[in-house]
C-alpha cells in the first residue's frame, strides 16, 4: 500500500486533520535570527532591567536620585511608546534607507526637544540621558531590515508588545502586593520624590515594574519573539499570501 496516500477526491475526500499541500506552501515563512543578532537586541532592555533590579534592592546604588531618576525613566518610556509607532508609521511610507534616516533624525529631534522641556521642568538632565538610550534600543528594532516583510511584521509585534507590557504593566503593579525590598518607608523622604500620586507614595512599584517590564522586553528580544500575523490587524499579508 502506498504510504503516502493522497485523497482521491480532494474537494469531498478531504479528512479533517489533513492539510492540502497548496496550504503549507500559503503559510509565512518565519526566518531565525543568529544569537548574537538576538543577543545584541535583548542588551540594553536587560541592562535597563538590571538598573532597575539593582535600586529595587539597593535604592542609593546610583546616588539619591537614582529611584527618582527612574521614575522619571518610565515617564520616558511612555513617550517613547508613542514616538515608536509614529516613526514606524513614517518609515513604512517612505522608500530608501535616506529617507527613512532623514525621519528618524527628525522625529529624534523632535521628540528631544519635548524631553528637553520636561527635564527643564524638573531641574534633571537625566530624561534627555534616559530618552537617548531608550531611543538607541528603538532605533536598533525599528531601523534593521526596513525593507522586508519580515521587518514589517517585526514592527508591528514589538509595538503591540510594548504597549501591552506597559500598560498591563502599570495596572498589574498597582494591585499585586510587591515587595518594598530596600525601599523601606523609612528612607522614603530620602529619595527627593516630590509630588503626589500612587507612585510618589509607592515609589517602589515604580521601580518593580521597571525591573519586570524590560526584563520582559530583554526575553522578548532575546526568544525573537513575535505575535501572529492574523493577531496584528494593520499588518498587511505578506505578497503571495
Wanted: charged letters at 15%.
Amino acid at each position: 500500500m502506498d504510504r503516502h496516500w493522497l485523497p482521491l477526491n480532494p474537494t469531498k475526500d478531504r479528512s479533517p486533520g489533513l492539510m492540502p499541500q497548496s496550504s503549507l506552501s500559503e503559510a509565512p515563512s518565519r526566518q531565525s535570527k543568529p544569537a548574537l543578532l538576538r543577543a545584541l537586541s535583548a542588551l540594553p532592555d536587560a541592562i535597563t532591567a538590571s538598573v532597575f533590579l539593582v535600586l529595587w534592592v539597593a535604592p542609593f546604588a546610583f546616588g539619591e536620585s537614582g529611584v527618582r531618576n527612574g521614575i522619571l525613566l518610565m515617564l520616558v518610556e511612555f513617550v517613547l511608546i508613542h514616538a515608536t509607532a509614529m516613526m514606524g508609521a513614517t518609515i513604512e511610507s517612505r522608500e530608501g534607507r535616506a529617507a527613512r534616516l532623514r525621519v528618524l533624525i527628525g522625529f529624534g529631534l523632535l521628540y528631544a526637544l519635548f524631553i528637553g522641556a520636561f527635564a527643564f521642568a524638573f531641574r534633571e538632565w537625566w530624561p534627555v540621558y534616559a530618552f537617548g538610550w531608550l531611543l538607541l534600543a528603538k532605533l536598533m528594532r525599528l531601523f534593521g531590515s526596513a525593507d522586508s516583510d519580515e521587518a514589517r511584521w517585526q514592527r508591528h509585534s514589538d509595538w503591540a508588545l510594548t504597549c501591552m507590557l506597559y500598560l498591563g504593566g502599570v495596572f498589574a503593579t498597582l494591585f499585586l502586593p510587591l515587595p518594598r525590598l530596600g525601599i523601606t518607608r523609612e528612607i522614603q523622604p530620602q529619595l527627593g520624590i516630590e509630588g503626589s500620586g500612587e507612585w510618589v507614595s509607592n515609589p517602589h512599584i515604580v521601580i518593580a515594574f521597571g525591573a519586570l517590564y524590560f526584563g520582559a522586553l530583554a526575553w522578548a528580544r532575546w526568544r525573537d519573539f513575535r505575535f501572529p500575523r492574523a493577531h496584528l490587524p494593520n499588518l498587511k499579508k505578506p505578497p503571495g499570501a
